[in-house]
């Protein structure tokens, strides 16, 4: 089974700059998770898709954060204009997880390491 | 969401067992126990997770205490190749929200850094 696959692997932008992120998850997984990582710390979760809704984006700063998941399939995660505090790893994760209780453990990409200049 | 504590660092010698501890004296009824590794540089790995049954699989095992509060993950035979970060993590089956419902959040403490020696 392929896992989820994310790039670019490396950015590098100056402050104010725009930038883009990609995901595809597991094939068949319904659930799709954008998490935040600054060094040191957990990963922090940012948005949750449910096939091609959202349904938890509590802790996205909308401001200047977006996502879209268009067809419940693959995923991208857009920042404009960055800040130096963006600087993290954002992981991508996905889940089987559709509907009624589940607990289905989430399966994360290796992430995309950003550094705000 | 239950908070879990972890300690902050943990010393191993190859081939022994690593027994990892984990505090969640908040613990609900619907929350599950969820154990995760990451290894430097790579995205978080799913290890095991249980309800309030002791449960074992090809990586390790988990012991979650009688009254939920606690846990312990153990790596029954630690390689170098298990030094990672290892995160306890309890979350519920479901979540209602106002954007609807929100299913298997994971909410990341610090972790417990692990370190195998040989």
């Known amino acids: 089974e392929a896992g989820v696959a994310q790039s670019p692997r490396y950015k590098i932008i100056e402050k104010r700059q725009s930038v883009a992120f990609w995901c595809n998850p597991i094939s068949g997984h319904a659930t799709l998770y954008w998490y935040q990582q600054i060094l040191g710390q957990g ?4 948005i949750q898709f449910q096939n091609n809704g959202v349904v938890d984006d509590s802790q996205l700063p909308k401001d200047r954060f977006s996502a879209e998941r268009l067809k419940g399939v693959d995923s991208t995660l857009k ?3 960055a800040k130096l505090e963006d600087s993290a790893v954002y992981l991508c994760a996905s889940s089987p997880a559709t509907g009624g209780f589940s607990n289905q453990p989430q399966h994360f990409g290796d992430g995309t390491r950003l550094s705000i200049l | 969401d239950a908070k879990t504590t972890q300690p902050p660092s943990m010393d191993c010698a190859e081939g022994r067992a690593a027994n990892l501890p984990c505090n969640h004296s908040t ?6 126990v969820y154990w995760y590794r990451q290894i430097h540089s790579q995205g978080p790995q799913y290890i095991i997770h249980g309800l309030k049954n002791n449960e074992t699989n090809e990586m390790a095992s988990l012991i979650i205490t009688e009254d939920r ?3 312990t993950l153990i ?4 390689t170098l190749r298990d030094t990672a970060v290892y995160y306890c993590i309890v979350s519920p089956l479901r979540i ?5 419902t929100s299913y298997g959040k994971l909410t990341f403490g610090q ?3 692990l370190t195998v020696h040989p």
């Open chain 1, 79 to 81: 920042i404009q204009p």
């Open chain 2, 27 to 32: 613990i609900s009824g619907n929350e599950y």
């Open chain 2, 75 to 78: 790596l029954p035979h630690a």
């Open chain 2, 96 to 100: 209602s929200g106002d954007g609807g």
């Open chain 2, 69 to 71: 509060k606690s846990s």
């Open chain 1, 43 to 46: 990963p922090k979760l940012l």
């Open chain 2, 111 to 113: 972790g417990t850094i």
